[in-house]
């Protein structure tokens, strides 16, 4: 699969009374045309803010740093004008945010909304679009299209708006999805569906999906990758499989443990000692290093990313090739 | 709704009556001889003061009075003007009126371009320099009396450039000329007075509006509508500033009393031939009965105002249920 | 206050004000006094110049002094009128806001009543009426007029407050109602309150220079910026320093007391309760 983009050394910095604070310091992945990847990690490791920074619509005084670099297609996103960034957001790269109540414009109709993206992408005329805007609205699952189309955000129960937002974000037929937790704001039932229709959408347009979330159990089924996010840097990307069956960083493993299970001895619920840390209190070296129950001497520097082959990268001494590592 | 839109209604209604009443015991039970003027260069004799009192019915017991006046408003006669021998106040508030709505509702235009313009500009770029310098300028707009204003306008650019006219609202030998070139001319003694009130009452708006705007802007359906690459334009206007309008319409209640109010000022420096002038001359005149007639005008006015401003509030928001 | 000082707009604010309350306070100590007349007939409508920096008027009265003491007047009338408002407000508005029911029902309805009626007519129909007041007359009259917004204000702070926990906590001690309301009630009102009060002081000053354009606020010989005003509307384009001066101290005046009012508004809004 050819990679469609490519995120490196990413880094957003926010002016804080005491110096800078960086929630998101140096991550990287790529997406490939088509794929799957899921970007995993508790509240506050950061993996909002990247998504919102492939679209550069980091809230100010937050700022992408120099050095970041962002490409789409080869293209790089942090030098484009004020024109190509309008064409990126929405043609190119798509997002679905968190909570579809606050994310829709509660005073313009549903089908406005659809019909405006798509005007502003395409020279299509007021009937073109209105037309691909009910089909849209089909092809989410939304039965009843026509009245939909002319109902207001809040209208619509909590799924139903959710699926509006996926077809506004489909309007302009973008290459990448980012969906920021999509299905948080709503039932387990619809969630389910939720992600099933985004699997859809995927396979029917050749879509890649970038899905930031913080539950695994979500992640299993449907991705193609897995990247996992911790204290602004990811520590560990692999295939989906490869990562629930053998996690190579100790943080993966704890939280693999942690999920509760339906089968099995009954034993009480596993959970990592401690919390991860704020942008603010960032320990030096790993900074998994505290709450890790594998910690040794190495660990008071930044442990490199070591490839274990098989797109299996992760960023932990453990893993690192010559270092003493207890088995 | 319709019931709540009944009770809305009925709402304004008392309001407006106790409003009413209130005015008129202030009026009457404040010292001072309602028909001094008339005394005052010519002594009457005691017989011909009884019937000038019988004549404006000041003569029978306050409760009477009121009755009679409550009455009278209710039915819309406002009684009759003592400067103006007892022609009756509709009459008079009649005629001015077109003036003053003609001035108001200019200078409500001009207030609401300046106000908003500057307001969301400032609101695009919080903290810059530009929105400290407006900022000031805002208050010093609230804070510019509007008869000083007035007379400095119309000294410059009417009396020392002569592009303007002085005075009036036409020329009066233009009586006879057709219906453009009359309107052109009111349009140029219109300019004038209807700037100095904008001038003096677009702070307000521009104070609310940059409000809102940043409110507005922090929301995130306009972060949706960013990230879907709708123009910058669209985003402002269409998005942003159609969630702002919601809190902006409580200044119609600030709007009309500032108009209002600086309409007297405006009007006098200017002899428009509204409302304003006519309280002002009923001041020097001491003609009471106009003098409560403007002011229960102004009250119904100002009370239509909040209540307009209530249901438009309710129709803009399609979430509060309103009929869409 | 030092909180006002960091803020930049108070600052200018206060550094303004300040200037002018100066101004009104030394000048007679500096400037010539202005009812004295030397030099009737050289003296009228002079240009600024060294000797008089604001010129001097038709009748020969020094400007900048006349406008010092106009100053004065304004202000004394704006700090007597917005203290009997402030007081008024504050005690209906809490009374309203505490009692609750109908007492709360009734005053509010008046109010509401009353906001009806644009102050200036308020105005007109009392002192309209009786023509020529005293100083002392006027300021009652305009301090009487101008406590409804600042009641509703109370009230709504009010009934914010009593949903809190501390108050229920001290009714729940069985506090008698005196004490929650100016032990408890009254400090958490104080911040809002002290803006009111400076936008109020702007407020005053611009309706005694509209009244006494009108002829109605302060009487002659008394300077007052409204007066002066209007005094100076024959000669605007022979000496037109004597109708700018006074409108110009107007504007500074109420802007300066404006910029104070909204700084105290947003610091209001970020300190925290008073238990």
């Known amino acids: 699969m050819t990679a469609l983009l490519e995120v490196r050394a990413l880094r957003v910095s926010f002016p804080a009374t005491a110096g800078e604070l960086r929630p998101v310091d140096g991550v990287e992945f790529t997406v490939s045309r088509g794929e799957f990847l899921a970007l995993v990690g508790e509240s506050g490791a950061g993996k909002s803010l990247t998504g919102l920074a492939l679209l550069r619509l980091v809230p100010p005084p937050g700022r992408i740093e120099r050095g970041s670099s962002l490409r789409l297609d080869g293209k790089d996103l942090l030098t484009l004008d004020s024109d190509e960034l309008r064409r990126v957001r929405g043609g190119r790269i798509a997002m679905v945010f968190q909570d579809p109540g606050t994310s829709l414009n509660p005073v313009l109709r549903v089908g406005d909304q659809i019909v405006e993206t798509i005007r502003a992408h395409s020279a299509k005329s007021a009937r073109e679009a209105r037309g691909r805007a009910e089909a849209l609205l089909t092809e989410v699952g939304l039965g009843d299209a026509e009245g939909c189309y002319h109902s207001y955000p809040h209208q619509l129960s909590g799924g139903m708006r959710q699926r509006v937002m996926i077809a506004i974000a489909l309007a302009a037929e973008p290459q990448l999805l980012i969906a920021d937790e999509p299905t948080s704001a709503l039932d387990v039932t619809v969630q389910a569906q939720i992600l099933e229709l985004l699997d859809d959408l995927r396979t029917r347009h050749g879509m890649a999906v970038l899905l930031v979330t913080h539950d695994l159990g979500v992640v299993a089924e449907r991705a193609d990758r897995v990247a996992v996010m911790y204290a602004g840097r990811i520590v560990e990307e692999a295939p989906t499989a490869r990562l629930f069956a053998a996690p190579a960083h100790p943080y993966t493993a704890e939280l693999l443990a942690s999920l509760p299970r339906l089968r099995g001895p009954r034993a009480p619920l596993r959970s990592i000692p401690g919390a991860m840390p704020t942008p603010a209190d960032w320990p030096t070296g790993c900074r998994f290093r505290p709450r890790c129950p594998r910690a040794f001497s190495p660990c008071t520097d930044d442990p490199p990313i070591t490839s274990l082959g098989g797109g299996h990268q992760v960023r932990c001494w453990l893993a690192a090739p010559d270092s003493q590592a207890a088995p | 709704m319709t019931a709540w839109i009944r009770r809305r209604i009925l709402q304004a209604l008392v309001t407006f009556l106790i409003a009413t009443t209130l005015a008129f015991f202030l009026m009457r039970l404040t010292p001072g001889d309602p028909l001094a003027r008339l005394t005052e260069d010519k002594p009457l004799s005691p017989a011909a003061i009884a019937s000038l009192r019988e004549r404006f019915g000041i003569d029978q017991p306050i409760t009477t009075q009121f009755v009679r006046f409550l009455s009278g408003v209710l039915r819309g006669d406002l009684g009759a003007s003592i400067a103006y021998n007892g022609r009756p106040v509709t009459a008079l508030i009649r005629e001015r009126l077109p003036a003053t709505l003609l001035l108001g509702g200019t200078a409500l235009l001009l207030n609401f371009l300046l106000g908003v313009g500057i307001g969301v500009f400032q609101a695009t770029r919080p903290g810059s320099k530009a929105d400290r310098v407006l900022t000031v300028v805002s208050l010093a707009s609230y804070a510019t009396p509007s008869f000083w204003l007035g007379i400095v306008l119309a000294t410059v650019f009417a009396t020392e450039l002569h592009w303007l006219p002085v005075a009036f609202m036409n020329e009066p030998y233009l009586v006879d000329a057709p219906f453009l070139e009359r309107a052109g001319d009111t349009l140029r003694h219109l300019l004038l007075p209807a700037l100095t009130l904008a001038l003096v009452t677009f702070g307000a708006t521009a104070r609310y509006q940059r409000a809102a705007m940043a409110e507005a802007l922090a929301l995130p359906a306009v972060r949706t509508a960013r990230a879907k690459g709708l123009p910058d334009w669209v985003v402002l206007w269409r998005h942003a500033w159609r969630n702002a309008l919601g809190p902006m319409l409580a200044l119609f209640g600030l709007w009309l009393p500032l108009l209002v109010t600086g309409s007297v000022f405006v009007e006098a420096i200017f002899a428009w031939p509204g409302l304003g002038t006519l309280a002002a001359e009923a001041i020097g005149a001491r003609d009471y009965p106009v003098i409560m007639g403007v002011t229960i005008l102004v009250s119904a006015a100002v009370v239509l105002g909040n209540l307009l401003a209530d249901l438009l509030h309710r129709w803009l928001d399609p979430r509060l249920g309103a009929v869409a | ?275």
């Open chain 3, 1 to 275: 206050m030092s909180a006002l000082w960091r803020d930049p707009a108070g600052r200018l604010g206060v550094i303004l004000f300040g200037v002018l309350l100066a101004l009104a306070a030394l000048a007679p100590l500096v400037l010539p006094d202005p009812r004295a007349q030397p030099d009737i007939t050289h003296g009228t409508l002079l240009a600024p110049s060294l000797a008089h920096l604001l010129g001097t008027d038709h009748d020969s009265r020094d400007v900048l002094s006349r406008l010092a003491s106009g100053g004065r007047v304004s202000l004394s009338i704006a700090t007597g009128a917005v203290a009997l408002s402030i007081t008024l407000g504050a005690l209906v508005g809490l009374v309203a806001g505490y009692a609750g029911g109908r007492t709360d029902a009734i005053l509010m309805r008046l109010v509401d009543a009353a906001l009806a009626i644009p102050r200036l007519f308020l105005l007109l129909l009392i002192v309209g009426v009786m023509q020529r007041v005293p100083l002392g007359v006027l300021i009652v009259t305009i301090g009487a007029t101008g406590w409804f917004g600042t009641s509703r204000l109370v009230r709504a702070e009010v009934l914010r407050l009593c949903t809190m926990d501390f108050v229920r906590g001290a009714e729940a001690l069985g506090a008698p109602r005196r004490r929650i309301v100016f032990r408890h009630l009254l400090p958490n009102v104080a911040g809002p309150l002290a803006a009111a009060t400076t936008l109020a002081v702007g407020d005053v000053v611009l309706l005694e220079a509209g009244l006494s354009f009108l002829g109605l606020g302060v009487q002659p010989p008394t300077p007052s910026w409204g007066g002066m005003i209007f005094d100076a509307k024959p000669y605007i384009v022979t000496a037109p320093w004597i109708s700018i001066a006074p409108g110009v101290a107007i504007l500074l005046t109420v802007l300066s007391v404006n910029l104070i009012g909204e700084a105290l508004e947003r610091i209001a809004g970020r300190e925290g309760l008073v238990a």
